[in-house]
């Protein structure tokens, strides 16, 4: 199986945090959605006919599509894809579009999980960010999107924050397991260059970010999870059971995936290509039948070095049976050797022939798997 992931490039405002490819302009939209059909036509062949049972529309900010923008893309993506008739779609969205009306009309769409991004149950910590909602309309949200008949819903929630103290943090994540969602979402805010949130920073507007204090967050994060049974299988994702997003866990697991729109990445198991990030560049592009995007082609040690990263993130871990019999002896015993140290430190567990976080060592995450890396 496979999976597409949508970037739809457009939002109401710019978060101070985010360096995703976006814009606040949506004059462009109606061109961008052409572009983006045009674009699966001439990327129909990428998956080899593989069957698709993810589809997830991300941003940018996808709820600000109509139900007939997004049938529209369904439409197409039944046209030229072999889409599972159980396919688990993701759209992410902004709980100020996620009003009564908006929600009929993605109820009546195909999409079946809503990713929502609440980021804080806290008007000082929205307001920091610059998220277009309020506090009250987190809340309302979840519980509106569940009347309409939602079952499968994620929220994301940042810490991290300055000012969001450890008692804060855990009234967020309180107030987040109440309303009974299958999945959370959490990050350690971070400050991303040519940001405005960075620009804050350097002009000391807002104090630089407390890696002791998100240390903090995420242990409470962990034990809070822990207590209203959500099973934490990646190290930003949690899920009660049965409610895994199948799309993310595709990425940590290496399955292959084509990505459409501005910005999107695609990976087919020995190279990854990505899109211009340039939404009129995108559409010009595709207006004249041509593909815009860079390619890399992964040499074996690239290859494994991505399977150290992504799977050590997740809970089922480093399998290293799959290191020797896909990049060969060699590289198991650097793996091994390079491992030893943060065993016998504790940052690794060893289960058998699995190499796993625990769960301070899902702390330093980026720095073992880097030093696990062949150069």
């Known amino acids: 199986m496979a999976g597409i992931y949508i970037h739809i490039p457009f939002c109401k405002l710019a978060c101070h945090y985010c360096d995703f490819h976006f814009s606040t302009s949506l004059q462009n939209k109606p061109a961008f959605l052409k572009a983006l059909i045009r674009e699966m036509q001439l990327r129909s062949e990428y998956l080899n006919g593989a069957g698709v049972d993810t589809v997830y529309l991300g941003g940018g900010t996808p709820s600000l599509l109509s139900g007939k923008e997004l049938n529209l893309i369904f439409n197409e993506l039944h046209c030229h894809f072999n889409l599972a008739p159980d396919a688990e779609i993701t759209l992410e969205a902004n709980p100020d579009d996620l009003t009564e009306s908006k929600l009929g009309e993605l109820k009546a769409s195909p999409v079946n999980r809503l990713s929502i991004g609440i980021q804080s149950f806290r008007e000082e910590d929205l307001k920091l960010m610059n998220r277009a909602h309020t506090a009250p309309e987190a809340q309302a949200c979840v519980k509106l999107a569940q009347d309409k008949g939602f079952s499968n819903i994620s929220i994301d929630l940042i810490y991290g924050i300055p000012g969001l103290t450890e008692e804060a943090w855990r009234q967020n994540l309180h107030r987040a397991t109440a309303l009974e969602v299958g999945h959370i979402s959490s990050y350690c805010l971070t400050v991303e260059p040519r940001t405005a949130l960075a620009s804050f920073v350097k002009k000391g507007i807002v104090p630089p970010m407390n890696d002791e204090l998100g240390a903090a967050h995420f242990r409470i994060l ?24 199948k799309h993310n866990s595709n990425y940590w697991k290496g399955i292959h995936y084509l990505g459409l729109g501005p910005s999107a990445h695609s990976f087919n198991g020995h190279s990854r290509q990505w899109n211009i990030s340039n939404n009129n560049v995108y559409i ?13 082609t992964l040499s074996p040690g690239q290859q494994y070095n991505e399977y150290v990263m992504t799977s050590l993130r997740t809970i089922w871990g480093c399998d290293l049976n799959h290191i020797r019999n896909h990049f060969g002896q060699k590289m198991l015993e650097h793996c091994n050797e390079e491992a030893e140290f943060y065993i016998h430190s504790g940052s690794l567990v060893q289960k058998g022939n699995v190499l796993l976080l625990s769960d301070e060592g899902m702390l330093i995450a980026d720095r073992i798997s880097g030093d696990l890396f062949c150069a």
Do not use: C, D, P, T
């Not at 930003?236 to 409610?243: H, K, L, R, T, V």
């Not at 592009?285 to 995007?293: A, V, Y």
């Open 284 to 296: 010009r592009s595709l207006e004249k039948g041509e593909l815009n995007f860079e390619v890399e």
């Open 222 to 245: 962990k034990e809070e999870m822990s207590w209203n049974n959500f099973m934490h299988y990646e190290i930003s994702n949690f899920a009660q059971n049965g409610f895994v997003s």
